[in-house]
């Protein structure tokens, strides 16, 4: 569904048509962020499909981290689509280091894909828009959240949902490094929608505010 201008945000549904949260930027490059498991690719093909998304002009997959539930069907939309997968540098050296023990533990293959963009903090030009790449730490060493100050959306991947923060206790995360990373993401202006990597978005400024309030609790 759309949520803003060039906007689409696909929430979890049900157990058997998604599991993470999927965001498409629309544009001239169209961007897929977390594409979540290869078995649930259809279905969430054919809701971009309903909103008149291609999923043949996706041209960048950004994933905000490497758990498999995030990034797995990244390699469909590589190799079905030529589609290029991405990921900051840090999260992609986890991803082939310790990260890659995440595949097994879920009785899933290790990606036959490749990341083919290494993405580093800082703004990212698609053309159209520029977004602004935020390293965030905690939840995984290479997180990304992406904002984009136009439009007044944050998209925060596993770092702050609605209501909760990202867990820490799984390798490479990071209590300290969370808390930090909350209070990056709290100090940015133009944040209107907020949508996270799991479960619904929060909606509006004052909302979102709470929101980091209540995501610091968590640390007191
Ligand atoms: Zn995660």
Redesign the pocket.
């Known amino acids: 569904m759309r949520v803003a201008p060039s906007v689409y945000f696909y929430p979890f549904s049900s157990p058997v048509e998604n599991n993470c949260n999927t965001i498409v930027l629309d544009g001239p490059e169209k961007v897929l962020i977390d594409p979540g498991h290869k078995h649930l690719w259809p279905a969430l093909a054919a809701r971009l499909e309903e909103d008149g998304l291609s999923p043949r002009d996706i041209s960048l997959v950004i994933h905000t981290?490497c758990?498999p539930?995030?990034m797995e069907a990244g390699e469909i939309l590589e190799f079905d689509y030529g589609a290029v997968q991405a990921m900051s540098g840090t999260e992609a050296e986890f991803l082939a280091g310790p990260g890659r023990e995440f595949f097994p533990w879920m009785g899933l293959d290790y990606p036959r894909g490749s990341i083919g963009r290494l993405l580093e903090p800082g703004p990212l030009d698609l053309g159209d828009k520029v977004i602004d790449l935020h390293l965030t730490p905690g939840?995984?060493p290479g997180s990304l959240c992406l904002h984009w100050p136009e439009a007044g959306v944050l998209i925060t991947g596993?770092v702050v949902f609605a209501g909760s923060i990202?867990r820490m206790d799984f390798k490479g995360g990071d209590p300290k490094a969370l808390a930090a990373s909350l209070a990056s993401l709290a100090a940015l202006e133009k944040v209107d929608l907020l949508l996270p990597?799991h479960g619904p978005s929060v909606v509006g400024p004052e909302r979102i505010k709470a929101n980091f309030q209540q995501a610091f609790r968590f640390f007191w």
């Open positions: 981290h758990h539930d995030h939840h995984s596993d990202g990597g």
